[in-house]
């Protein structure tokens, strides 16, 4: 049996950001809870993430977060609030002032000490620079959906963090790739031959959330609940 590359021999990591190091079910649940007050109607969280999901991964999906814009239209007739083309815009904005994790900016400042942090995010560039911020700027590189041209799980976007790490003097196999999503990320990643980490930000919590389900579910090499879990591995393996 194959044993799972030692965590110190990594050069890079690789890291999904919006659901992995960003909440973005709270900062999208927290915007639509305040239109929803606003409206004097309560939505349930579970309900509203389910019914984003639906909407977000329809035929006609732009790429993230500007298509918030239509998913709002699409769900608020399904909760209750008002189906008016402002509200889009604000939950597409909200993404601006959407919160890292706890955990996650003191993980990558200390990850970041050890290995080239690179960003692999489906969201567009102007959304990823206040997401990054929100880390503390820990990134090596980053790639967006306005870099690739494609978004997770097409292979072509992984294939064009392969060629930068290559220019770089690395190889995938250099690479651990840290996600929470099943979806986009972890079955993907196996598939391509890399080793992978699945951070399950949803341990405590039934189903997907607003993240699309995958056809079937991938053991990960590493499998932690939290970046701090990470991190605290990591530490533990270099011995300090």
Known sequence: ???????????????????????????????????????DVAIDREEALSLYRAARYSGDADLFPDDLVRVYLAIAPKLGLPAEEAYGIRLRDSAKIWKAFPDSAEAMAELGKRYRLIAMTNARRWAFDYFAAALG??????????????????????????????KDGGDKSDILHVAQSQYHDIGVSRDLGMTNCWIQRRHAQPGYGGTIEPSQFTEPDYHFTSMAGLAEAVRTAHGN
């Open 137 to 166: 700027n820990p990134f090596y590189a980053a790639f967006t959906a306005d870099d690739t041209g494609t978004e997770k799980p097409d292979p072509a976007f992984f294939h064009k963090v392969f060629d930068f790490v290559a």
């Open 1 to 39: 049996m194959e044993l799972t590359k030692a965590l110190p021999e990594f050069k890079y990591m690789t890291f999904d950001v919006v659901g992995t190091l960003i909440d973005f079910e709270s900062g999208l649940t927290s915007c639509l809870q305040g239109i929803a007050a606003e409206a």
